[in-house]
């Protein structure tokens, strides 16, 4: 069983950066990541997505050039450098784990979320 915990989430002001890790434990070899985020009173979003080998990467358009997912396999965690934040990144943000890199939220495992809070 695989489990995900996010951690590097909080408060911060407009035009701030964090750094989001997710580090998983369990049988995660050959799985691509994905992070999502769930602001209030709306669907969860696909924000990007990293292969295993990290060689691909996909991005929702609108975080494109602000925010880079990455990972380090050797320590099993996947990260989500987020830059120039905006009072709309205001969100719970969720890693992901499958097999496939996927764009969307079939994804097989779930961390449990983490919140990021952007002050104007």
């Known amino acids: 069983q695989v489990q995900l915990v996010e951690s590097g989430g909080g408060l911060v002001q407009a035009g701030d950066s964090l750094r989001l890790s997710c580090t998983a434990s369990?049988?995660?070899?050959?799985?691509?990541m994905g992070w999502f985020r769930q602001p209030p009173g709306k669907q969860r979003q696909f924000l990007a997505a990293?292969?295993?080998?990290?060689?691909?990467?996909h991005y929702k358009d609108a975080v494109q050039g602000r925010f880079t997912i990455s990972r380090d396999n050797t320590k099993n965690t996947a990260y989500l450098q987020m830059n120039n934040l905006k009072p709309e990144d205001t969100a719970v943000y969720y890693c992901?784990?499958?097999?496939?890199?996927?764009?969307?939220?079939?994804?097989?495992?779930w961390g449990q979320g983490i919140q990021v809070a952007v002050s104007s």
């Open positions: 992901a784990a499958d097999p496939m890199m996927r764009v969307n939220t079939e994804y097989d495992y």
């Open positions: 369990g049988p995660i070899s050959g799985y691509a």
């Open positions: 990293i292969s295993w080998g990290g060689e691909n990467t």
